[in-house]
């Protein structure tokens, strides 16, 4: 189980990318005089122009997003809590909850790539992804800023080493799939009921002209 993040929430999708992000760094690799190296983890590759492409180092990319079909479900939702700030809604009025349609679950499919010039850092990060939950191959999950914590489904590794510019680049291919919702659509506020009046009369009593009777109070 990953830790819990300890930044604010920024919503959907930015607190998923980050989560994984940041599930895929602290991985050390060392070389055959055992100097250490940290791999590194960014979102797409290093812009050379802002930052040193400095092998080895990790790469998260979102590369699709498709409903989540088997986790679908209808109706209205009522939240015991304030919604997040940043869905830009008021405070709740005294006495009032919040209502909504339930949220439409999503499937975020992730590209995770390993980059390094030496053979020895290629397998160490290919053991502490698949060892180090962070590319489990069975119940992966990782925690969200949001409080949820979402499933990591591997979907398969593809292996793509090749030269580049002379020399050797080892690159490792990983599809991952994160469970997510989108959020809700319009959130309004309702009045707490405090209490119902129940006028019984039948039919029968308006065909006779009779009187109603009493009323009943029901109070929580």
Known sequence: MTAVPTYPSEGFLLDEDRA?????????????ENQTRNVEAWFGHPDQELREQKYPYIT???????????????????????????????????????????TTPVDLHYQIGTWSRHPRH???????????????????????????????DYLGHVKRD???NGKRLYNNIFRLRMSSE?????????????SVHLNIRTRADEWRGEETLDSVV???
């Not at 994984?20 to 055959?32: A, E, P």
């Not at 698949?130 to 191959?137: D, H, K, V, Y």
Request: aromatic letters at 8%; hydrophobic letters at 40%; charged letters at 30%.
């Open 122 to 152: 290629d397998r160490e990060i290919l053991r502490a992804c698949i060892l180090g939950g962070r590319t489990s191959l069975r119940a992966g999950v990782v925690r969200t800023a949001d409080g949820f914590i979402r499933r990591l």
């Open 182 to 194: 989108v959020p809700f659509g319009v959130v309004e506020q309702f009045q707490q009921v405090d």
């Open 218 to 220: 029901v109070t929580e």
């Open 20 to 32: 994984l992000r940041d599930l895929m760094k602290g991985i050390v690799v060392s070389d055959n």
């Open 60 to 102: 998260v990319d979102l590369i699709e997003i498709t409903e989540g079909l088997d986790r679908v479900h209808r109706g209205d939702l009522w939240l015991d809590n304030e919604p997040p700030e940043w869905w830009g809604y008021p405070p709740l009025a005294p006495d009032h909850k919040w209502r909504t349609e339930m």
């Open 162 to 164: 090749r030269e580049e």
